[in-house]
């Protein structure tokens, strides 16, 4: 008599729903591989795809048009998901520990959590400012803020933000384009607004190309945008004066700035819960990865995403190499559940930036190459990012 056989069960635990997770889990609902009991793990239900996150800053997106719905996607790739926090790692007994639940057992691990602004360093930095990750924080303080100026279009509002990367410059365009609408369309005027941008460095976008450093600078300049490059902030604190919320943002050279909202776009960094774990990691607290995106002291763990550093091939955090580590994470994962050597995968040494002005034009550059910016730039990216999020809908 000819028995069923039934398939090995292996427990695949995603931590995260960064962009990576996303599309293993869509190609996972594509292609369902047996024997494979699949969890995701993620304290929002709603994840956010940082290409249009700008955009729904500048009110050109609206919220369900830049989030993916975690549900419908745990829905489609046949996982459970849990609404948690994680806060540790037990890895030698193959456990992941969360904030809120009994801890959840894994034979294969993925960790797909994005970063976090560096704060540490500066003093007040931690309690008084408003770091753009995680993301979901960043909106609610933002939204309020947005109800604010609505109410009281007549108050004077001075933002700062810390940080002159490309994340900052978005931010700073952004903010400024949505705030200047609301006062347009309650009769004020935009000089009402100023928005200040820090950078420590003498350049903003320092890790980008000369030409792309002064197109930005360009634009900043020409709306207004109050630079203070060179500027290192070494202290936020907060100010006594009437009813009004305000802070001061101090730097090493002894310039002082008074304003309402301090943004911080700083230099990445990783989780502290991190350390404790036992993973390898390099001097941030990035988990340290092979060219097959497994840890380098634990290969039943795997990292993508702003977490990990591809140890022989380091790239900056940007959400395009996380896209791109989606498919060769997927089919890294299936070859390990099916016992079959794993793939390489080798980041893109060139790869093509297109920066938001918050007025529906773009930047586009790609290694030495830049061009000014343009609306047709604009409908380029904007076709690129919709057609991303659509393989989520």
């Not at 365009?173 to 928005?195: D, G, P, R, Y």
Request: hydrophobic share 40%; with cysteine.
């Amino acid at each position: 008599m000819q028995q069923n056989l039934q398939p090995i069960v292996k427990d695949l635990v995603l931590i995260g729903g960064g962009h990576s997770h996303a599309i293993a889990l869509r190609m996972f609902g594509m292609k369902p591989l047996l024997g494979v009991h699949l969890t995701l793990i993620s304290p929002a239900s709603n994840t956010p795809y940082s290409g249009m996150l700008p955009g729904h800053i500048a009110g050109l997106y609206s919220y369900d048009e830049c989030h993916i719905d975690l549900y419908k996607l745990a829905n489609f790739a046949h996982a459970q998901l849990y609404i948690d926090r994680v806060i540790g790692l037990d890895l030698n007994n193959h456990k992941v520990i969360c904030a809120n639940r009994p801890a959840i057992n894994f034979d294969i691990l993925s960790v797909d959590i994005g970063s976090t602004p560096a704060t540490i360093s500066v003093s007040g930095a931690a309690e008084y400012t408003i770091p753009a990750k995680p993301v979901a924080k960043l909106l609610e303080h933002w939204y309020k803020l947005l109800q604010s100026v609505e109410d009281n279009p007549q108050q004077k509002l001075k933002i700062a933000i810390v940080g002159g990367g490309a994340g900052g410059v978005e931010l700073a365009l952004s903010m400024q384009t949505h705030l200047q609408q609301i006062l347009k369309a309650n009769q004020q005027s935009i000089q009402n607004l100023e928005v200040h941008l820090f950078q420590r460095h003498q350049k903003i976008l320092p890790h980008y190309h000369s030409s792309v450093q002064y197109q930005v600078k360009q634009v900043l300049t020409s709306r207004d945008i109050k630079l203070h490059l060179g500027e290192t902030v070494s202290e936020i604190a907060p100010v006594s004066k009437r009813n009004e919320e305000l802070f001061t943002v101090k730097c090493e050279s002894g310039l002082s700035l008074e304003c309402q909202k301090v943004f911080w776009v700083t230099q990445a960094s990783a989780p502290d819960w991190l350390k404790t774990t036992g993973l390898g990691t390099d001097e941030q607290g990035f988990i340290l990865v092979e060219d097959t995106l497994q840890s380098q002291t634990h290969p039943q763990v795997f990292a993508v995403g702003d977490i990990a550093t591809i140890v022989n091939h380091p790239c900056p955090k940007a959400g395009v190499f996380a896209v791109r580590q989606g498919k060769p994470l997927f089919e890294n994962l299936q070859r390990t559940v099916l016992g079959k050597p794993l793939k390489a995968y080798k980041p893109q040494q060139q790869y093509l930036s297109l920066i938001g002005t918050g007025d529906k034009r773009a930047i586009a550059t790609k290694g030495a190459f830049t061009l000014p910016p343009h609306p047709l730039l604009w409908c380029w990216k904007d076709w690129i990012d919709r057609r991303f999020m659509e393989r989520f809908r």
